[in-house]
């Protein structure tokens, strides 16, 4: 490819981030790849970072050993190269520059990806998950909400799907009149219908009310949501900017309802930051977590400082708010910010998660992002940095997303499918750029872009590798027990999510993982069960007859055999001394080296190439 | 003394109880000498028990005739009792407040309590020096078995058995304690099988401002090292504190007198400050308003999670001296009774397999905690809500068992026992029917005729039916080395304690449940396969004669 200068450096040392260890490689650079192999040949440890992956490239000051290359990466990895020759990495460094700003969407590897797929494979893939379908399954359309195909040529609303449902009173004259006074033209429209109480879960985005504007279709519209709900005389509108926010949207135009021209609407603001101040707040959170030799007060100081949990939590807040708003008072709400892509799908993603225990399974929990997330035009693109963009419209608002609902999955270790692994890989390929699903700012410039011919889906690609992302503990009995999860928002339940934000750092990971340990354990209980069937096949055969498993319960085995004695050499997996750097043993006399095993696993989210 | 003196009040009626996270219980309240009941005399519902022992402090209010206790617990928990009649409440709080700080040992609850179950095997016999030596010498014969503390003259935190180099006698060992803070001479913690390296502990040496030193001591320590090798000396001190320690007479070991040891001085804090840390922590657990922020900068303010990692760095270096530089240690403080241990022992279970065994956990607890003098008794006299001055409490050993909690969830399937025993061993600490953890030294309890008089814990708990709560299903032996991270991103709030009462458990511990069943099931697989395996060979080992022409 013709921006790449030097396809290949040996001698290169990879650098631990946290501790003074160092290995010896050779780099390779490939049309999509940025590739280190270790030169050890018996444990050689490979690294691929994709190049849509690196968020930034920074070439340090020379040192002795040669020149250090630092990346960056959108899935929070950060390698660290000293190439010998300093002209080898300004060859690496311009090219990855070059390489990691595509310029137009054709360069993205989703077009150039194959996963040996032919075209039907590739069709049905796509064909996965159907959202008329899920609006069927909530029960839609009904005697008060219809399919409208008002928006069938996008040109009501280009950032909508072409399929909305709304309420059966809204006719079309004011659905138009009411999308000319939304940002965007983004107007209400059905997101969730929670069927038990006929109550609806509306998006839009802002009204361009001002001081005083006030439009009529609009009103009516929110008066046919109102109406559509026999269940309550009111409805919810939230708001989910914080006040001041909104208020100054005012000054251009914008704003918020004005109470007095909406009958019967309850109005809330909710106080979620701006796009702006989740990008910062991530920002800190990741160099605080990445310091090295971190200090417990520096990590807590840190943590507040970033004021990540915090949003994190307003974002719960909201979502509770809205489910508690639906199940208990059988109220509909309808949920904007400003433009209703970004804070709008959070809320309305995680409260329909909270009430529908569908989307707390693999394939509920695609069909909702495929929902809220990208046919209601979340700018992934933008957001995601996916094409040379503008830095100030990339924000992490999809990764809190990710995010609260693992906190949700700490609280509720039953009440999920999959496990955190599932959420990290949808993580990770919302950046890789490698499926289609995610490319692009909404489904008009998705069909532009043809991808549903041109590139897969990343949810068949999960589903055919789905045995490693069940959580092995869900009970779907829990969930009909109690459909709807009732988290609790005290502060000390929201934790630092060290599996995504230091996913990289092994060290810092528990040694021995419980999750792994017991999907193995469900994987060989297949195995065993199938042993045990052949093996009463065979007895058979003598004439004998053998109970059934189930209610035998043979005596508990109390003490476990011991384990042959495994030489004092080995360490558990990734657990050594000297990584952890426990303290500097200065001129320590005849320290040895000691064998690091780093094997990657599931958990660090993997590349498939 | 009669308990009845101190109890006005002896039954109250109509007494509402309210608890975290459970409906509210109205019924009779009763007093004895050594609990405080609470029972509705309905079928199904429990009835309270809390040991005065337990009870850390007592708030009263008053609104109208109707009188509230608010009742904190020694185990974190705090409980509300509304009581009817203002002379009846009053009455009630002065008792419990009488009640749950008696001074006498003699009086407390262990003197009284006779166990409802069989004692098949007596803790008191469970952990002797002289088993535990048997076992060290069949791996080296360097050590040896001195009595020279047998009257506990010597020193008097000190057990009468003690396990030093073979080749010092007891007349240097006299004269190495009279070097040492409380006459706490160095002697053997740990022998670390794989390369022969030793763990020692001591008190600090009394070294103070004009240098003083002992030949003696030197020796001592000196002959734990192989030839020509080097040893480190870990003080838990850091080295301004150890100076400042000169001036009342302790100090350190200076590099010229011991030229074959590498000091190191590492941060843990003394037992008042963590008081101080555990009050705070406590304070910010348990108010429910705070946001984020506030929460964050609480936690951060009580120093609580820079303790646990500061101890359990400190343990970890120690134990690299001993399996990764194949070094001998020397581990000790001011006292050598608080941080030393927390460190020695934490060591140990890093290094040694044993130590992480329910067993060999309680040998350890009985071997660094309770035979090597740490002064239970003082440090466990209060919990989180002692309103008073702190006079001698610290919270060392449940900031030992943090660490140990830490380091079982970083390996969660390299320890027999699970969250529920490390829970179960604080809350014995400080309030208990059984006697283990009364006094603080072994002198104290022999004294009190502990083994005679009272029933040990390890007769408890290690009965089959007991044991079984405290079992990790995922438990499989492994005889490896297990480093922890000690990252502040792997450090957690360790809930099961300081949130314990402050949040609804359900779903965590049908999870768990759940999580055990799938272990059970998989391991009655196993033995079914197993034993259908052994029935087909059997059968097929009778049927080859015939087949065979």
Avoid at chain 1, 86 to 91: F, L
Avoid at chain 1, 374 to 379: N, V, W
Avoid at chain 2, 513 to 534: D, F, G, P, T, W
């Amino acid at each position: 490819m013709e921006h790449i200068r030097t396809p290949k450096v040996e001698q290169v040392k990879l650098l631990d981030r946290f501790s003074n260890k160092s290995v010896t490689g050779t780099l390779h650079l490939t049309a999509t790849h940025l590739i280190f192999v270790e030169s050890n040949s018996t444990s050689a440890q490979e690294i691929w970072i994709l190049h849509h992956h690196i968020a930034s490239v920074e070439k340090l000051s020379l040192t002795t050993s040669g020149c250090p290359l630092l990346i960056q990466c959108r899935n929070f990895r950060l390698v660290h190269f000293v190439i010998p020759r300093e002209r080898d990495c300004h060859d690496i460094y311009s090219s990855l520059l070059r390489l990691l700003r595509p310029v137009s969407y054709d360069e993205l590897y989703a077009f150039s990806y194959n996963p040996k797929q032919n075209d039907q494979e590739r069709e049905e893939g796509w064909q996965l998950i159907d959202l008329a379908a899920e609006f069927e399954r909530m029960g839609v359309p009904c005697d008060q909400w219809q399919l409208t195909d008002v928006n069938r040529e996008y040109k009501v609303c280009k950032t909508y799907p072409r399929d909305l449902y709304v309420p059966i009173t809204a006719s079309k004259p004011i659905i138009v009149g009411s999308s000319k006074f939304r940002s965007k033209g983004r107007f209400p429209v059905l997101t969730y219908f929670y069927q038990e109480k006929k109550a609806a879960v509306c998006r839009c985005s802002q009204p361009l009310s001002g001081f005083s504007a006030r439009c009529l279709e609009d009103e009516h519209m929110l008066q046919a949501i109102s109406k559509a709900n026999h269940n309550s005389r009111y409805i919810y509108v939230m708001d989910t900017r914080p006040k001041l926010n909104a208020l100054a949207n005012r000054a251009a135009g914008k704003g918020y309802e004005n109470e007095d021209n909406y009958s019967n609407i309850r109005f809330q603001f909710v106080g979620i930051e701006n796009i702006h101040v989740m990008r910062g707040s991530l920002q800190k959170l990741l160099e605080v977590v990445g310091t090295r030799s971190l200090s417990m007060t520096d990590y807590l100081v840190g943590l507040e400082n970033s004021g990540w949990l915090r949003h994190i939590k307003a974002i719960m807040d909201a979502a509770i708010f809205l489910a508690k708003a639906v199940t208990v008072e059988g109220a509909s709400v309808l949920v904007h910010c400003s433009d209703g892509w970004d804070r709008t799908a959070q809320v309305c993603a995680l409260g329909s998660l909270l009430m529908d225990p569908y989307y707390r399974t693999i394939k509920g929990f695609m069909v909702l992002i495929e929902k809220d997330w990208i046919s209601f035009g979340h700018k992934f693109a933008d957001r995601c940095d996916q094409l040379d963009p503008d830095p100030k419209e990339v924000s992490p608002i999809f990764t809190q997303f990710l995010e609260c609902v693992w906190q949700l999955t700490e609280q509720f270790p039953q009440a999920f499918e999959f496990s955190e692994w599932f959420l990290i890989q949808i993580h990770e390929h919302v950046h890789s750029c490698q499926f289609g699903n995610f490319l692009g700012n909404s489904q008009r410039q998705r069909e532009d872009l043809q991808l549903k011919e041109r590139t897969y889906s990343l949810w068949a690609h999960l589903l055919s590798e789905k045995q490693n992302y069940l959580n092995p503990l869900f009970s779907p009995s829990v969930a009909e027990s109690h459909p709807v999860l009732e988290p609790s928002t005290q502060a000390y339940h929201f934790k630092f999510w060290r599996n995504m934000y230091n996913q990289y750092d092994r060290s810092m990971h528990p040694r021995q993982s419980i999750l792994k340990h017991v999907l193995t354990l469900q994987e060989s209980k297949r195995e065993l069960e199938g042993t045990v069937q052949a093996l009463k096949t065979k007895l058979q055969k003598f004439g004998v007859s053998t109970s059934p498993l189930k209610p035998q319960t043979p005596p508990r085995e109390r003490s476990l055999p011991p384990r042959p004695h495994t030489g004092g050499e080995r360490t558990v997996e990734g657990s050594s001394a000297t990584e952890n750097g426990y303290g500097e043993l200065m001129g320590s006399f005849g320290s040895k080296n000691e064998p690091g095993v780093v094997t990657l696993e599931f958990g660090v989210a993997r590349m498939t190439c | 003394m009669e308990f009845a003196e101190l109890i006005k009040t002896p039954r109250v009626d109509g007494v509402v109880l309210h608890r975290p996270f459970m409906p509210t219980v109205e019924g009779t309240l009763c007093l004895t000498g050594h609990h405080l009941i609470l029972s509705s005399r309905q079928d199904n519902t429990e009835e309270l028990w809390l040991l005065h022992a337990n009870i850390d402090s007592t708030e009263k209010r008053f609104v109208g005739s109707l009188g509230t206790i608010i009742v904190k617990c020694k185990d974190l928990r705090v409980i509300q009792l509304d009581i009817p009649g203002m002379e009846e409440c009053l009455n009630i709080a002065s008792s419990i407040e009488a009640l749950s700080t008696l001074d006498s040992v003699s009086l407390m609850y262990p003197f009284f309590y006779r166990p409802l179950f069989e004692v098949i095997e007596d803790g008191w016999q469970l952990f002797v020096p002289e088993e535990a030596f048997k076992d060290l010498e069949s791996m080296t014969d360097e050590w040896r078995l001195s009595e020279v503390n047998k009257d506990f003259s010597v020193c008097p935190s000190y057990p009468s058995l003690l396990t030093v180099p073979k080749d010092i006698d007891d007349e240097s060992l006299c004269k190495a304690a009279s070097f040492r803070h409380g006459g706490r001479f160095p002697v053997l913690s740990y022998y670390h099988k794989k390369n022969g390296m030793v763990m020692m502990r001591a008190a600090q040496p009394l070294t103070g401002t004009n240098g003083r030193r002992c030949k003696e001591d030197e020796k001592l320590i000196n002959a734990t090292l192989c030839a020509g090798k080097r040893g480190y000396i870990i003080d838990t001190r850091t080295i301004a504190v150890a100076q400042q320690a000169k001036a009342r007479g302790g100090g350190f070991e200076q590099e010229a007198n011991y030229p074959q040891w590498r000091r190191i001085h590492k941060a843990i804090e003394r037992s008042n400050v963590l008081q101080e840390s555990l009050i705070k922590l406590v304070e910010a657990c348990n108010d429910q308003s705070h946001s984020m922020d506030r929460w964050l900068s609480k936690l951060e303010a009580s120093n609580w999670q820079s303790n646990v990692k500061e101890i359990l760095t400190t343990a970890c270096l120690a134990a690299q001296c001993i399996d990764r530089e194949g070094a001998s240690v020397l581990v000790h403080g001011t006292e050598g009774t608080d941080s030393t241990l927390q460190v020695t022992s934490l060591a140990q279970i890093i290094l040694d397999p044993a130590c992480r065994t329910i067993r060999g956990f309680e040998a350890l607890i009985e071997r660094e905690w309770l035979q090597a003098g740490h002064p239970f008794h003082q440090r466990c006299a209060q919990s989180a809500y002692s309103n008073g001055k702190p006079r001698s409490e610290a919270p060392v050993f449940l900031l030992f068992l943090d660490c140990v909690w830490q380091i079982l969830r970083q390996f969660p399937c390299s320890f027999q026992f699970n969250e529920n025993f490390l829970i179960m061993l604080f809350e014995h600490a400080y309030a208990s029917q059984f006697s283990t953890f009364l006094g603080n030294s072994v002198a104290e309890r022999v004294k009190l005729l502990l083994s005679q008089k009272t029933v040990s814990l390890w007769s408890w708990v290690n009965r089959p039916q007991e044991l079984e709560r405290f079992l990790n299903p995922l438990y499989e032996p492994n005889n490896l080395v297990i480093w922890p991270s000690v990252a502040p991103q792997s450090l957690l709030l360790w809930e099961g304690v300081f949130l314990r009462w402050n949040r609804s458990t359900k779903c965590l511990d049908e999870a768990y449940q759940e999580m055990a069943h799938i272990i059970e099931y998989n391991k009655e697989l196993q033995n079914k396969v197993n034993s259908l395996r052994r029935q087909l060979a059997q059968l097929e080992t009778e049927d080859s004669p015939l087949q065979t022409p």
